[in-house]
C-alpha cells in the first residue's frame, strides 16, 4: 500500500487556504499525534490498546485524506498486537509523510 504525501498538503491547504504558518502547524501537530499512535502500537501488548491505537490512527488519517495510512491502520487494527510487519510499514508511511 503505497501513501500519498502530496494528500496531507492538500488537505491542509483547503483547510486553512494559503497560510503557510498555520500549515506548518497543523503538519507539526499531525505527524506528533500519528508518531505518538505509532508509539502505542509499538507498545501495546493487549488486543484492546493495539486495537485502540490502530483506531485512532486511522481516524486521523481519515481527517486529512490519507487514504493509504487509513488502510494500513485498518490492516493494523487486524493484526496481533505487535506485529513487526505493520509497524515497519507505517514506520515508513510516516517517515514519507514528514518529508513531504
Known sequence: MSYDPGALNAALAAAVGEDAAL????RIAFMES????LDLLGRARCDANWELAAWRLKGLAASFGLTGLMAMADEAARAAPGDPRILRRLRATLDGLSQS
Open 23 to 26: 500549515i506548518g502547524d497543523l
Open 34 to 37: 500519528a508518531e505518538r499512535q
